[in-house]
């Protein structure tokens, strides 16, 4: 009964297409596919991509000639120096790792027969099992159990000189203790899973193991399984003697990093600024959703933009269409510095990092999430109003209750998207864009949790097309309409704005009534100075007509007189909270990058800036730290930099700011104005 009241109407709805011309939204639509980018990432996930391999190069080419076949311009595989020598900012390189052959044998030695007796990790059948930057070796030895085997106790009363250590921590956590100090020949780490609700539950999984890229000794590690770990945790316990061979040929060499890329030619006088697709090609085989999904789904989206301008389906955008598939950040910081000329022709990025995880599968939830609030921009509200769209045609759908534009693959889920509109979060490339030096607005397309990230289990069978074909449309959306942005458009996105500034003014509503009264004034200071910034941003892209101006300021007059008008600062700043600090020319990037962290190795400092290990309500110390560097622009002051951070992660002392400020000067990154 219900449901025949209910359907007619029902049956209508629709939501409005946002910003984009709805022949465009259908023209996408219509030719997206996401059972195609399934096939793609099935050949990425066959690949073990470990920073310029021979195997990421396979992937890399496979790339390259899906767009040459589907008629991209200017494909190629940029070569850029692998060597553990070159500085590309504030990222290191690190030599190439070829991994080739492993194998891991338990074996019984009776006199001077050794017999096999079972095999324990084979690189053959799960290339996961051998730890990246791993050496050659052939040892046979005896397995002994330390714990974790990262701290001292965990040695006492064993002896594991040249022998096989089985920890609990990744190998480059335990290997200066294991190898270094009491000279173990090589470790077996059941190091578990990334921690989510899931960690330790499947035993299963044998994660992604990591040793120290620049570390001069030379080790190797296996991954193994909680399971098989227990196993011989219970022979050894019992006193029973466990000896293993361990083979490894693999290799550091100076290498390049090959990073396929492409271009749909802009047609407008903006042809020299380019829209980029960004992703990240490496990481262990299958790697599906981390992240074959993010390269399969940019691949697709290369194809359908070529057909559709082939086809005279789309015109060709204004500013051209840049596509790159690095290795994660080590590649993009390396293609920023060794191609500076290309990274000054990008004027935002859509940056994909797990787009396809099937929720039922891998517990994903899906986020189209925001740049920093220190790049205040309107290129994410773009990205959120396509996430919405999405969101509420895929609902309708489901539903059964209309929604012409489900974007549903034959042969993936029909569940709505329901994707998560998001705040900042920092882990993959794009905040290598959005970083201080560089300002490249981001839009961040990206799973979180998934129970299988980095370990063999993060399969294809795992990946849903229908969500890469979402992932697919929220992204092609965002692009075409940022490539063809112009005037006579900004009144239809300061629409789209306005509810986005209104619906953030809840949020922050609630943020400031837990805080005390000068703190609260500062976060809204913070956050409505990062509003009207998002809207001064548009004018990068098109010029904004005059009464759409009037309109703004109005509004935003309106909103803080709403929001119990403005209330400045009790005084200016002084002493250290009036410092003023500047970057270092030349040290561009973040701190932590991949593999390498500039301000590790470079502070002298006695103690470790205390910011670094705080931990605020919504954000820890890296991310303060990533947002204090940000901000440092040679002119804010200290004490207003701890302000927009504050408003950003909660709260925070302006002694803790300058104490990490002064350590990026005695790091030589910054410098104090005079
Ligand atoms: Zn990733």
């Avoid at 190069?57 to 000639?65: L, N, P, S």
Wanted: proline content about 6%; overall charge neutral.
């Amino acid at each position: 009964m219900l449901a025949s009241v209910a359907s007619p109407a029902a049956a209508q709805r629709a939501a409005p297409v946002p910003l984009l011309p709805e022949p465009t939204v259908a023209a996408l639509a219509g030719e997206l596919s996401g059972s195609a980018a399934r096939r793609n990432l099935e050949f990425i996930a066959r690949q073990h991509r470990m920073r310029a391999s021979a195997q990421f190069r396979v992937g890399a080419d496979f790339i390259a000639a899906e767009l040459r076949r589907y008629g991209l311009e200017e494909v190629s595989v940029l070569e850029l120096p692998a060597d553990g020598r070159t500085m590309y900012g504030t990222q290191k390189a690190r030599p190439a790792w070829d991994p080739e052959a492993a194998e891991l044998w338990e074996v019984r030695d009776e006199g001077d027969a050794r017999t096999p007796v079972a095999r324990v990790a084979s690189f053959e059948d799960e290339p996961v099992v051998l730890a990246q930057d791993s050496d050659s070796a052939d040892v046979t030895a005896e397995l002994v159990d330390v714990g974790a085997g990262t701290s001292e106790r965990d040695y006492a009363g064993k002896d594991v000189r040249g022998k096989l250590a089985l920890i609990a921590a990744q190998p480059g956590a335990a290997a200066p203790l294991a190898v270094d100090r009491f000279g173990a020949a090589g470790m077996v780490s059941y190091a578990q899973n990334q921690v989510t609700a899931w960690w330790k539950e499947d035993e299963r999984l044998v994660r992604w193991g990591h040793l120290d890229s620049f570390a001069g000794r030379r080790t190797f590690a296996f991954m193994v399984s909680l399971q098989q770990a227990r196993r011989f945790q219970e022979r050894l316990a019992k006193g029973e003697r466990i000896t293993l061979h361990a083979v490894v040929r693999a290799a550091r060499h100076p290498g390049v990093y090959g990073v396929p890329t492409a271009l749909i030619r802009g047609g407008g006088a903006a042809r020299g600024e380019e829209i980029v697709f960004s992703c990240h090609l490496d990481h262990q085989r299958p790697g599906a959703n981390d992240n074959a999904s993010g390269c399969a789904t940019t691949l697709e989206i290369a194809r359908t933009l070529a057909k559709l301008i082939r086809d005279g389906k789309l015109a060709r955008p204004a500013r051209s269409i840049r596509f790159v598939w690095p290795c994660e950040v080590e590649c993009t910081m390396a293609l920023f510095h060794a191609r500076p000329e290309m990274r000054a022709r990008f004027r935002a990025v859509i940056h994909m990092d797990m787009v396809g995880g099937a929720p039922a599968a891998t517990k994903a939830i899906f986020h189209v999430t925001r740049g920093p609030l220190s790049l205040p921009t309107f290129v994410n509200d773009v990205g959120q109003a396509f996430g919405a769209f999405v969101n509420a045609e895929s609902d309708a759908y489901a539903s059964g209750e209309g929604g012409r534009y489900p974007l549903v693959s034959p042969e993936g889920g029909k569940e709505p998207l329901l994707a998560d509109l998001a705040e900042f979060s920092m882990g993959s490339d794009h905040e290598v864009y959005t970083e201080g030096s560089f300002r490249i607005p981001a839009i961040y397309l990206n799973d979180w949790p998934d129970r299988y990230i980095h370990t063999n289990f993060d399969t294809p069978a795992n990946i849903d097309p229908t969500k890469l074909q979402r992932a697919a449309f929220i992204g092609a959306a965002s692009a075409l309409y940022l490539a063809n942005l112009q005037s006579s458009d900004v009144p239809a996105l300061w629409a789209v704005m306005q509810s986005a500034t209104l619906r953030r003014s809840a949020t922050m509503l609630e943020r400031r009534a837990a805080l005390p009264a000068a703190e609260g004034a500062a976060l809204a200071r913070a956050w409505l100075a990062a509003e009207r910034g998002a809207f001064a941003s548009i004018a990068a892209f098109a010029p904004v007509p005059a009464d759409v101006r009037r309109q703004a300021d109005a509004f935003y007059q309106r909103l803080e007189a709403t929001l119990g008008g403005p209330v400045p600062p009790a005084g200016a700043p002084s002493g250290d909270a009036a410092l003023v600090f500047e970057r270092v020319a030349g040290i561009t990037g973040p701190m932590s990058v991949f593999g390498y962290d500039y301000f590790d190795d470079h502070y002298r400092g006695a103690t470790r800036p205390r910011l670094l290990s705080f931990q605020g309500p919504r954000g820890a110390g890296g991310e303060y730290a990533y947002e204090v560097l940000n901000l440092v622009d040679g002119r804010r002051a200290a004490a207003e930099i701890r302000d927009v951070v504050s408003a950003e992660y909660g709260p925070v002392t302006v002694e803790m700011v300058v104490e990490y400020l002064r350590a990026l000067e005695a790091a030589g990154v910054v410098r104090a104005r005079r």
